[in-house]
């Protein structure tokens, strides 16, 4: 495994990784084919950054394991205690049973929603849980085993703002190391037009895309996502978005301009 890599961009169609840790040969070309979507078609990669970073954007982006480590003290399997160091051919700190034996293994949550036009306006709701109570976000939540993403995106549709969505495709899938999150995003449409609040909503709205409420946003997947989608419209089609938030840390959820995106890969 790999504690960090450098991504260089190539317009051959290879992306080139080069080992941050000094190794023999350690520069490689990989098709990026083999890492996007074929049916995607070609991509085109930029370095996109928010307001929160003065440097601005680079011709190379460095990708760093940024997540919080989350100290796990009973085993998960048998309750017993934990210690935590290396297990014998990693190089990542893991919790470890010293009653079974057992390695404690976290992976990122999924999140899966849909973003919704509705002649013209965008479907949104706004919060009644925390975190970022009050606040506005797309319909979306985290995917539940035994169902695909965009499986997911429609139930979360329907459990936050009771409306039925006909997922169109993909839009853009975001993920959030220092949080442990990877967002997808699918483009859909009602297919009747009703909703209303579900459980986990105050109200539900319609909005026109210059009154978004950008100011009062619960995420920045969120506000990415929408930015994306903004701008993809003035151009005439959505595109496929791939990209990296990196929050600042100790940051809250709701603080959702606090990030820079990186890695931006758009078809």
């Given amino acids: 495994m790999l504690k960090a890599i450098q991504i260089l961009g190539s317009s051959s169609g290879f ?30 990669m930029s370095s996109t950054h928010s307001k929160s970073n003065p440097q601005g954007p680079s011709s190379s982006v460095a990708i760093h ?12 399997f048998c309750g017993g205690p934990a ?41 949104m709701c706004r919060r009644k849980i925390h975190p970022s109570y009050g606040l506005w976000t797309l319909p979306a939540g985290y995917m539940e085993i035994g169902e695909s993403a965009a499986e997911g995106a429609i139930r979360e549709t329907w459990e936050e703002a009771n409306a039925e969505a006909e997922v169109q495709s993909p ?5 959030i190391p220092l949080i442990g999150q990877s967002y997808m995003i699918f483009l859909a449409k ?17 909005f026109e895309l210059d009154d978004i409420p950008f100011d009062s946003l ?3 997947s969120m506000l990415v996502t929408l930015k994306l989608y ?11 978005h791939y990209g990296i938030i990196n929050k600042r840390p100790e ?5 959702s301009h606090a990030y820079t995106l990186d890695f931006h890969m758009q078809s």
């Fill in 171 to 175: 839009f853009a899938q975001l993920d």
């Fill in 15 to 44: 992306v080139s990784y080069r080992l941050k840790k000094p190794q023999p040969n350690s520069l490689i070309s990989i098709p990026i084919s083999l890492l996007l979507p074929a049916s995607q078609g070609p991509f085109r």
């Fill in 251 to 255: 940051t809250s959820p709701s603080e």
């Fill in 65 to 76: 394991s940024t997540g919080n480590i989350r100290k796990i003290n009973f085993c998960q």
């Fill in 83 to 123: 210690k935590h160091e290396i297990p014998d051919g990693e190089e990542k700190v893991r919790a470890i049973c010293t009653r079974c034996g057992k390695i404690t293994y976290e992976n990122p949550k999924m999140v899966v929603g849909c973003l919704i036009e509705h002649d013209k306006k965008i479907l």
């Fill in 230 to 240: 903004i701008e993809d419209i003035k151009v005439g089609r959505p595109k496929f």
């Fill in 190 to 206: 009602l297919k009747y037009p009703h909703f209303s609040p579900g459980p986990e909503s105050s109200e539900c709205q319609l």
């Fill in 218 to 220: 619960a995420f920045s």
